[in-house]
């Protein structure tokens, strides 16, 4: 059902169209959340890079190295585990207990003796991160002392650890991309503690920073924000669907206001139109407008079969009222002489053969007329010089031009004379010996011409005559079965009296099916001139 289908479609389209912005939306919100952690990431550690690199440089390093090792240290036990690992072997007793206390006592000192700029005694690292904005959002810091003297670029000596971060390290986990400068801030996602971390590294010859954070919080957002509109999808198909049935309606009232005027048509009220709905409604009145043509069509052919049936019902019924006339007269001539004269025989003989050869004709003009309706008009075409053949048809012509008293013109344009063309000649002739027949018969006094000219996509010939003429509310009808003009039904002689009113349809029929067309101009009292038009082959 078509009012389904639209519904269907529209919800379709619309949760299709719903489901398209959200995914976009969260594509957009989840890069555009990563792309600002990113951003914050890494302008925290390019501003800890730089308020750590303000410090003064230890002229001892090892005061530093000590700071690192006692603030990225979780407990006492962690800085007696060190200083006995770093202790020489060869210490014992009392010797061993005198160098841990030693170093001990070193190590918590320097960490004491970090002084800011009014004098008091604090962590300057602590102090730098405490600075840095990141350490409102909870990241994970971390700062590495570089030295090329003791290992590779990049990584060195912790110095600071945020608590949160335990006994790993960032720096192992970071990729550096190397087709970037080794100093260049940059992001990368690692794999930290079991979780995704968006980690941002600032370096200098001296330091190098990581910050990071994890994208939980991103996750979960997007995750929400895709739950939500996983909710939204049902709600908005029940919409739409509702909504579709609305709009079907409405757009469906007026097609079947129309399927109703339509149905009220019939073979009896073919003249009734459908009404034209507004200018607004264009596709409405585009569709109204078709269905009327179709009608008008209708109407026109089922008149035309109406005409049709009634003229070939009354030229049929002339020829049989006339051979049962002739046979009745002869049945009772037989009953008062029971015998008749050769002579009599022959002409009730002639006058039968003459009325069934009528009726042939008749008969094959409307099987030939039938056929060309149908398409299945046979045409035997073979290529063919027009001028040589109309010259050829001409001269048949002009025995029955001189027998009528008339003479036969030929106009042949020097043009033509080599130009070629596929057509069947026998159709072809049957056609022009038509038009001359007519031009001949209706044609008392004059001139009878056979014309022949190249056009520029086509080749036009024809015949024209100095006759009587053909009335202007007569032409758009001569083409017509049956139709015959007054001036053709009381033509000169006997002419109008037999002709069957074919010989033009027939003459169409056959044009059109050589994929031309024939026209026709006309002036009473001085003539008519019969063009038709055959296209050229380009090939």
Request: hydrophobic share 40%.
């Amino acid at each position: 059902m078509l009012r389904v289908r639209l519904i269907l479609w529209y919800s379709l389209l619309v949760v299709l169209t719903v489901s398209a912005i959200g995914l976009v939306q969260i594509i957009i919100i989840n890069r555009s959340m990563v792309e600002g952690l990113d951003n914050s990431l890494a302008e925290d550690a390019r501003i800890t890079l730089s308020l750590v690199s303000s410090l003064p440089a230890s002229a001892n390093p090892e005061e530093i190295l000590k700071h690192g090792r006692m603030h990225s240290s979780s407990s006492l036990r962690d800085l007696v585990d060190r200083v006995l690992t770093e202790a020489p072997d060869t210490l014992t007793g009392q010797g061993l207990t005198d160098r841990v206390i030693s170093r001990l006592i070193d190590e918590i000192l320097t960490e004491l003796s970090f002084q800011d700029s009014t004098g008091l005694n604090m962590d300057p690292l602590d102090a730098v991160v405490q600075r840095n904005v990141s350490s409102k959002r909870n990241n994970f810091v971390e700062i590495h002392e570089r030295s090329a003297t003791r290992t590779k670029p990049g990584t060195g000596p912790v110095m600071f650890r945020t608590p949160n971060l335990g006994r790993d390290t960032l720096a192992r986990l970071f990729v550096h991309d190397k087709s970037k400068p080794d100093t260049a801030v940059t992001v990368e996602q690692v794999d930290f503690q079991g979780e995704e971390y968006r980690v941002a590294r600032a370096a200098n010859p001296r330091f190098a920073v990581y910050v990071a954070f994890p994208t939980t919080e991103i996750d979960d957002s997007v995750s929400r924000l895709r739950s939500s509109f996983l909710y939204l999808l049902p709600l908005s198909f029940l919409v739409s669907a509702l909504g579709g049935l609305w709009l079907a309606r409405k757009a469906l009232a007026p097609i079947e206001h129309i399927a109703d005027m339509a149905r009220e048509i019939g073979a009896k009220n073919l003249s009734q139109r459908i009404e034209l709905p507004g200018r607004r409604d264009r596709e409405l009145r585009v569709l109204t407008t078709t269905l009327n043509s179709m009608f008008a069509r209708l109407e026109s052919s089922f008149e035309q079969v109406v005409r049709f049936t009634a003229d070939a019902s009354h030229e049929l019924k002339t020829p049989l009222a006339i051979m049962k006339g002739e046979i009745e007269q002869t049945q009772r001539h037989l009953v008062s002489t029971p015998t008749l004269e050769p002579k009599e025989v022959r002409e009730v003989l002639e006058s039968l053969m003459e009325e069934v050869e009528r009726m042939q004709r008749i008969v094959e003009g409307l099987l030939l007329l039938s056929r060309a309706d149908d398409r299945k008009l046979a045409l035997e075409k073979e290529p063919v010089i027009l001028y040589d053949f109309m010259s050829s048809l001409t001269e048949d012509a002009e025995i029955l031009a001189e027998a009528s008293g008339l003479c036969l013109i030929r106009n042949f344009a020097e043009v033509t004379r080599k130009l070629s063309i596929m057509i069947d000649p026998t159709r072809l002739y049957q056609v022009l010996m038509n038009l001359l027949d007519n031009a001949l018969k209706y044609t008392e006094h004059g001139s009878v011409t056979v014309f022949l000219r190249r056009e520029q996509e086509s080749i036009a010939f024809g015949v024209a005559d100095t006759g009587m003429g053909i009335p202007p509310e007569d032409l758009s009808k001569i083409f017509e079965r049956f139709y015959r003009t007054d001036i053709a039904r009381s033509g000169p002689g006997e002419h109008g009296d037999r002709s069957l009113g074919l010989g033009l349809a027939i003459v169409r029929s056959i044009v059109e099916a050589h994929g031309g067309v024939i026209s026709v101009e006309s002036e009473l009292g001085k003539g008519s001139t019969f063009t038709i038009r055959l296209p050229l082959d380009r090939s």
